[in-house]
T-cell receptor, first 115, second 116 residues
Framework: ETGVTQSPTHLIKTRGQQVTLRCSSQ?????VSWYQQALGQGPQFIFQ???????GRGNFPPRFSGLQFPNYSSELNVNALELDDSALYLC??????????????FGPGTRLTVL | AQTVTQSQPEMSVQEAETVTLSCTYD???????LFWYKQPPSRQMILVIR??????QNATENRFSVNFQKAAKSFSLKISDSQLGDAAMYFC?????????????FGQGTTLQVKP
């Protein structure tokens, strides 16, 4: 069973640029969630994708957008990068069964630095 | 809105000793899940233990156990027989049981140092 993978591991961008982060979900999982973790802080929920549709969103501006593909892998896109976007971006995958506990399995994250 | 608070930014424990990490939360929901996650320097978030709010019995996983006080909205983690590999950042997290979104709300984290 393959776990959650993310690419790239590290990324350096300059303010105003755009970035795309990628996540491959664990085998058998159809739901992907993205979190932003600033240095020394807890992760903050960005959004969740289920069956290629956004299924919940946290308090993040529209320049944070995402996609989920038919194979359930996902992308996080951030436009017009700001210095405060520097963070570790975590992806988590899970199954999706209504009214049931679905454990989220996290990837190793992508460290984004905005200069 | 639900919130999770960890008031101990750093904790230290001697190897083989016991340590307790504190967490409080705020919610108006009656049914929810609470979690403790471990994040080592490798950054990968690992689930340590989970508690369903409707269960009165405290969850236990080997050396890890929780003290869940629903009325006080308190959820502490006890690590017994601490090992060097337990050194990491620990996060308390909350998730609603209802709804389709598995959104986790995390606390600020507690860095645990284990001294040999």
């Amino acid at each position: 069973e393959t776990g959650v993978t993310q690419s790239p591991t590290h990324l350096i961008k300059t303010r105003g640029q755009q970035v795309t982060l990628r996540c491959s979900s664990q085998s058998g999982h159809n739901t992907v969630s993205w979190y932003q973790q600033a240095l020394g802080q807890g992760p903050q929920f960005i959004f969740q994708y289920y069956r290629e549709e956004e299924n919940g969103r946290g308090n993040f501006p529209p320049r944070f957008s995402g996609l989920q593909f038919p194979n359930y892998s996902s992308e996080l896109n951030v436009n017009a990068l700001e210095l405060d976007d520097s963070a570790l971006y975590l992806c988590a995958s899970s199954g999706h069964r209504a009214s049931s506990y679905n454990e989220q399995f996290f990837g190793p994250g992508t460290r984004l630095t905005v200069l | 809105a639900q919130t999770v608070t960890q008031s101990q930014p750093e904790m230290s424990v001697q190897e083989a000793e016991t340590v307790t990490l504190s967490c409080t939360y705020d919610t108006s929901e009656s049914d929810y899940y609470l979690f403790w996650y471990k994040q080592p320097p490798s950054r990968q978030m690992i689930l340590v233990i989970r508690q369903e709010a409707y269960k009165q019995q405290n969850a236990t996983e080997n050396r890890f156990s929780v003290n869940f006080q629903k009325a006080a909205k308190s959820f502490s983690l006890k690590i017994s027989d601490s090992q060097l590999g337990d050194a990491a950042m620990y996060f308390c997290a909350y998730r609603r049981a209802s709804g389709n979104t598995g959104k986790l709300i995390f606390g600020q984290g507690t860095t645990l140092q284990v001294k040999p």
